[in-house]
Structure formats: C-alpha cells, structure tokens
C-alpha cells in the first residue's frame, strides 16, 4: 500500500516560485513511478509532470515545460516539483500520484490529498 502527502502550496505573486514535496509510505515506493497532476476550478484534472522509478524518465506537460521540474530522492521517499515563473493560470490544486510504471501513470492507483496553489497577478 502507497500513502501520498502533498505539502508546500501556498499564495505567490506572478512569477514567483514554489516548491511542491509529496511524502510517500509504502514498501514499494521505490519502484514506483511518481507525477503531479493539477486541476483548476471548473476544469478537468490534467497532467503536470511524471518521473520513472529512478529519476531518469521525466515528462512535462507542454504549458509547465521549461518552467517546472520534478525530481524525486528516494532515500527520503519524497517527490519533488520546482515551480518556477508562475502564472495566475497556474493556480489550482496539485495532486500527487504514484503508479507501477511510468507508462501507467496515465491512469495512476494512488492519489494524494492535494494541496492548493494561488497564483495573484
């Protein structure tokens, strides 16, 4: 069983940063690719990013590339996403998730809690 915590959301001004941190419990967190995923209201969920087991597949949405990155440190069972250059269309709730493989993460079994991000103009 895979336990996901989201902390580190919070309200920043227009291009500013922030950094997600997702904690994760289980005894296979290890093998398990990781991703961020977000939904704005009155909007479908949509993907943000996703990581393989060990850091070395990562994937981006088009709208986050070259602004966001994900990382993950497997030895504190923590998934990260740098946000950097904010937007206000940023703003929504991020959720952390967690798959067997990085190809299933199109349809991920975990989910965490999520944790809100406002960005002000």
């Known amino acids: 069983q895979v336990q996901l915590v989201e902390s580190g959301g919070g309200l920043v001004q227009a291009g500013g940063s922030l950094r997600l941190s997702c904690a994760a419990s289980?005894?296979?967190?290890?093998?398990?690719?990781m991703g961020w995923s977000r939904q704005a209201p009155g909007k479908e969920r949509e993907f943000v990013a996703s990581i393989s087991w060990n850091g070395g597949i990562t994937y981006y949405a088009d709208s986050v590339k070259g602004r966001f990155t994900i990382s993950r440190d497997i030895a504190k069972n923590t998934v990260y996403l740098q946000m950097n250059s904010l937007k206000p269309e940023d703003t929504a709730i991020y959720y952390c998730?967690?798959?067997?493989?990085?190809?299933?993460?199109?349809?991920?079994?975990?989910w965490g809690q999520g944790t809100q991000v406002t960005v002000s103009s």
């Open positions: 289980g005894r296979t967190f290890s093998s398990y690719a």
């Open positions: 998730a967690a798959a067997p493989t990085i190809a299933t993460m199109v349809a991920p079994g975990y």
